[in-house]
């Protein structure tokens, strides 16, 4: 059974342009979860969807954008991009928010800003 | 606000030897996880502990959470190199999950 996928692994972006990143949960997961992870750092939360709909966003601007398609796959864009937005993004699913389960991690997204 | 606080953040061990990774957590929360990163991996979950008192062990790796106390500890007994990797506590919210700042482990021969 496949896990969490995120696409693509690894992006090269200039300053000011925008990224889409793209995240597919474990079969049969409604819950998806962003998170931002800067080097030497721990996992800083972006947002969380829920059967296609916003249920929770962090301390992030309005830059970053989300949302859940049908099929429970999940996008994250980033516009205007900045030198401080270079991290490893990754994307987490569970059956449902808070799933006594916990959350399983995709491999990520390693985005460089230059 | 709800803040995660993880002590020590680097940890030198010799194997064999034991420690404690301590979690301190800010709000009221039942739901504590514990992962593992490798240089340039993901998160590997480890440990999902969701009440008062829950202990949960796995090889040489024992986590507890003590609810009234805001407190949980990742426990490592006679480490081994294989487990040098950095460990995140997580305390889950529903709607948002924060993490702490992770403890650098490294087990040296």
Redesign the interface.
């Known amino acids: 059974d496949a896990g969490v996928t995120q696409s693509p692994t690894h992006l090269i972006k200039t300053r000011g342009q925008h990224v889409t990143l793209r995240c597919s949960p474990i079969s049969g997961h409604k819950s998806v979860?962003w998170?931002q992870q800067v080097l030497g750092?721990?996992?800083?939360?972006i947002f969380?969807y829920y059967e296609k709909e916003e249920?929770?966003r962090?301390n992030f601007p309005d830059r970053f954008s989300a949302r859940q398609f049908p099929n429970y796959s999940s996008e994250l864009n980033v516009n205007a991009l900045l030198l401080g937005d270079s991290a490893l993004y990754?994307c987490?699913s569970s059956l449902s928010?808070?799933f006594?389960?916990?959350?399983?991690?995709?491999?990520?997204t390693r985005l460089t800003v230059v | 606000e709800l803040k995660v606080e993880q002590n020590p953040l680097f940890l030198s061990m010799q194997e064999g030897k034991n420690y404690t990774i301590y979690c301190n957590y800010s709000t009221t929360s039942d739901r504590l996880y514990w992962y593992r990163q490798d240089p340039g991996k993901s998160l590997e979950s480890l440990f999902v502990l969701l009440s008062n008192g829950a202990v949960k062990q796995e090889g040489r790796l024992m986590a507890s959470l003590d609810t009234k106390a805001r407190l949980s500890t990742l426990h490592i007994t006679a480490a081994v190199h294989d487990l040098s990797a950095t460990y995140f506590c997580a305390v889950d919210l529903d709607n948002d999950m924060r993490f702490g700042a992770g403890t650098r482990l490294t087990v040296k021969p």
Not at chain 1, 41 to 45: K, L
């Open positions: 979860s998170y750092q721990g996992p800083q939360f969380q249920r929770g962090g990754l987490a928010p808070g006594s389960y916990g959350y399983t991690f995709g491999s990520g």
